[in-house]
């Protein structure tokens, strides 16, 4: 079993930034990819940015450059850097972990992020 609990999650206004974390029970070996997801009120749950074990990134092309994503393979913690946050990305995020040997996902209770104008 793998428990996310994501932390950093609050109102800013448009501009600022915030630090998302997410720590992951568990053995370390066994979590594979980590990935931040949002899901907006009336959309669906979307990615905003993942990496893998190796340090290996993605993100959506609305967070480009704008949102950092990072781990601690030893603290079993991602990290979300988001700067220059904008009204839309308001949005209930999420920290997904995947183990690589249950082949599970495993998912946290989520952290609201308002940004306003």
């Known amino acids: 079993q793998v428990q996310p609990v994501e932390s950093g999650g609050g109102l800013v206004q448009a501009g600022g930034s915030l630090r998302l974390s997410c720590a992951a029970s568990?053995?370390?070996?066994?979590?594979?990819?980590m990935g931040w997801y949002r899901q907006a009120p009336g959309k669906q749950r979307e990615l905003v940015a993942s990496i893998d074990s190796g340090g290996n990134t993605n993100y959506a092309n609305s967070v480009q450059a704008r949102f950092t994503i990072s781990r601690d393979n030893e603290k079993n913690t991602a990290y979300l850097n988001m700067n220059n946050l904008k009204p839309e990305d308001t949005a209930v995020y999420y920290c997904n972990v995947r183990h690589r040997i249950l082949a599970l996902d495993f998912w946290g209770q989520g952290t609201q992020v308002t940004v306003s104008s």
């Open positions: 568990g053995s370390r070996l066994g979590i594979g990819i």
